[in-house]
């Protein structure tokens, strides 16, 4: 009884995932891991290289400040739009097309900023962000062939590849648009996400789908808000969705806000700001590297969920007591690791609580908050530092994180694994 037990287990376990054992061993699992790994490290890279040049590409061009916001704006929302979108892709035709599809994209969006020599063409270089989205990609690669007890540890690893790719990013097209010109960095983009599209075609393989509603998922359309429902009527999801969106807005609106910040109340130089986002580069890969998965694979989801939240709100109570850049340099360490693991918890609790076919739409939601905050951010938080002054962020941050806080302590979110149907 206890052998066909732990068989069934087993095969709980191999239908949870996109891939079974049959059709990949362990050794290649980690190889297809690690090279996600690597496409999203170089998925960051490119990113924070156009990042960096980009408000010189745009003063070059004659774009204003209100300019410049309504460009930032336009690539939030189609962020927004298409992160949902490229998850309900990934879900019909498999995590390796929809990472190549990413990768393809970032492609043509280089190859349009190249060609960016008028306003006109800077905004329509945007328009490849609607499936730009190589976390998310990587994250459904790494969902398909992980089991849910390996998954939290494996997904807190993308975020070193995020410091790595703020760090090289902001460095390397900084020198690059300093030495050789603004668009050098985007030539570089260019050939390094056909390297990337390439290594995507070469070394990610080919999924099994999951059984469970096949017929839904290939017939259903890519973009739906009755799909979109009917994944917040799960058990707990619709809870932990709440968590992720409103724990991580106030300090979101912030980091909107950091380059004027910077300038106007800590005083820094242009120079002095990118050591800044360096240091936060650093913070963000020891912690996701060395503290997130140890944790994860030692105390359950719902303490760590907890932890976060509470931290969140001893990070907003810092910030408003906060006066230097020193004192924001300390509070760093507790606000990356509260960010970090938020931000892996959720999205490991949200993809095991909807079935298997659906967790590419899931992650696709996931990653619409960050665009969602991009686009509403800089007018809540222009009004917020306008009348309130920076203080305000962090009694905003320690306000919401101890209501949900709260929360948390007394509801009974069930977390409960989604087999295959």
């Known amino acids: 009884v206890s052998t066909m037990n732990a068989k069934t287990s087993s095969a709980g376990e191999e239908e949870a995932s996109g891939m079974s054992n049959e059709t990949l061993g362990e050794a290649k699992r980690r190889q297809v891991i690690r090279v996600a790994y690597v496409i999203a490290a170089l998925d960051l ?21 209100v300019g410049f916001g309504y460009l930032q704006t336009i690539f939030g929302v189609l962020q927004l739009v298409g992160g949902y979108i490229f998850g309900r892709f990934a879900d019909r035709f498999g995590a390796r097309a929809a990472l190549i599809l990413s990768c393809a994209s970032g492609s043509f969006f ?72 603004v668009y050098v960095p985007t030539y570089v983009g260019l050939v390094g996400s056909l390297i990337n599209t390439l290594i995507a075609v070469l070394w990610i393989p080919s999924q099994t789908k999951p059984k469970s509603d096949h017929h839904r998922t290939e017939h259903s359309d890519l973009f739906s808000i009755r799909e979109i429902l009917r994944l917040m009527k799960f058990p707990g999801v ?68 907890r932890l976060s939240v509470f931290v969140f709100a001893c990070v907003g109570l810092g910030m408003a007591l906060m006066r230097t850049v020193w004192h924001y340099c300390i509070i760093a360490a507790p606000l990356v690791f509260a960010f970090s693991m938020l931000a892996t918890i959720t999205d490991s609790i949200l993809t095991k609580a909807v079935p298997p076919s659906d967790t590419g739409a899931m992650l696709g939601i996931c990653a619409s908050v960050q665009p969602l905050t991009r686009t509403v951010g800089p007018t809540i938080g222009g009004v917020l530092y306008k009348q309130f002054g920076v203080s305000s962020f962090g009694y905003l941050q320690l306000m919401v994180n101890l209501g949900l806080f709260v929360f948390l302590l007394k509801s009974k979110i069930p977390l409960e694994e989604m087999k295959s149907q």
């Open 45 to 65: 890279t490119f990113l924070f290289m156009q990042f960096g040049l980009m408000p010189y590409l745009a003063k070059s061009l004659g774009l204003d400040s």
């Open 110 to 181: 280089f190859l349009l900023m190249s060609f960016s020599t008028n306003i006109p063409l800077l905004f329509l270089s945007r328009l490849p962000g609607v499936f730009m989205h190589g976390i998310p990609g990587a994250q459904k690669v790494i969902t398909d062939v992980t089991t849910p007890s390996q998954r939290a540890g494996a997904l807190g690893k993308l975020g070193f590849c995020f410091g790595v790719g703020i760090i090289t990013g902001s460095v390397v097209g900084g020198v690059l648009s300093t030495k050789f010109g």
């Open 238 to 305: 619709m809870e932990v969705f709440i968590v992720k969106v409103f724990a991580g807005l106030p300090i979101g609106l912030f980091m909107i806000m950091f380059s004027i910040i910077s300038m106007d109340f800590f005083g820094l130089e242009a120079v002095e700001s990118g050591y800044l986002m360096s240091y936060f580069g650093v913070l963000q890969m020891v912690v996701q590297g060395l503290v997130v998965g140890k944790l994860a694979s030692r105390c359950s989801e719902m303490t760590l969920l």
